[in-house]
């Protein structure tokens, strides 16, 4: 797969994902430039995840669930990462995203921090 700037930087910020917490596919098409693009962000994981060692089982739909249907062996492997990793589930299989998701920290930029010289 020849990667493009979006799937370059989709990659990197799945990797990015700390054990413990999970990110929405919409938070990762946004940080990687392209709000709507949490349909190409699902795509990249489909067809990425094994050659870049992604951590998938850490991306989740904005509700906070497993997008795999609930009788398939991809949706038992999920929850299993993510039980094994801290994550809990409360009712219908829901993550609560306001204790589990990552929030990406911004990096503070540097600013000059002399005083302007005073002239008299």
């Known amino acids: 797969m020849e990667q493009t700037d979006f799937s370059k ?5 799945i990797k990015k994902i700390p054990k413990g ?11 990687a430039g392209k709000p709507q693009g949490s349909r190409g962000v699902a795509w990249i994981l489909h067809s990425c995840s094994e050659s870049h060692d992604l951590p998938w089982q850490r991306v989740l739909n904005s509700k906070g669930k497993i997008s795999f249907p609930p009788s398939t062996s991809s ?10 990793e801290g994550i809990e589930f409360g009712e219908q299989d829901q993550i609560d995203l306001k204790k589990f998701q990552w929030r ?10 002399r005083s302007p010289k005073m002239f008299s």
């Open 9 to 13: 930087k989709v990659i990197s910020f």
């Open 21 to 31: 917490k999970v990110a929405t596919y919409g938070q990762i098409a946004k940080l």
């Open 75 to 84: 949706y038992v492997k999920q929850k299993r990462l993510l039980v094994k």
């Open 104 to 113: 990406k920290k911004v990096e503070a930029k540097k600013t000059n921090t």
